[in-house]
């Protein structure tokens, strides 16, 4: 994979996907790569998410268990790559926004996460397209505390999606 500069016209070269175009203006935007670019992704999302969940409290920590469901609001970007970038914006409890990494299979996908309610390291199983099991090891920094969990999370697709350009 590679950067490209495409010229004013937003025209690249061999017809491989934009990543910067400065639109013959002094200022850059950078874009995620499309579908036919390869193994690196990136996205921003803003989600909503609820959870339903019954914590257990032992001595170093708690371990948590239920049903979260995730509505993307608003998506832009892919993140399905097999390594891909992120940034989750969570609408309903800005503490639980993260930036992230992913190294995504066909079978598991592996998100390593950073913010302040939600720093940890995460495994997820496509159960289905809207569902998948969840797993991980986090850090509340704002409580500090250690939690372990497992959910079933189900995912809500409300969002429309944006066009690398950022126009709907």
Known sequence: ???????????????????????????????????TSGIF?????????????????FLIGTYTTGTRTKTVVNETGD?????SVYLEHDLGNVLDSTVGLRFNTNILTIDLRLGLGDTGIYGLVNNSSDTASEFGVKIDLPHLLLNFLSFLTLNANCSHHLSPSGSS
């Not at 993140?79 to 390594?83: D, M, N, Q, V």
């Open 79 to 83: 993140s399905s790559r097999p390594i």
């Open 41 to 57: 992704g990136a996205s921003y999302s803003a989600v909503i998410s609820t959870e339903q969940s019954v914590p257990f409290n």
């Open 1 to 35: 994979m590679g950067i490209e500069i495409c010229d004013p016209s937003g025209e690249a070269v061999n017809n491989r996907p934009m990543f910067i175009n400065d639109r013959g203006s002094s200022s850059a935007s950078v874009r995620p790569a499309g579908k």
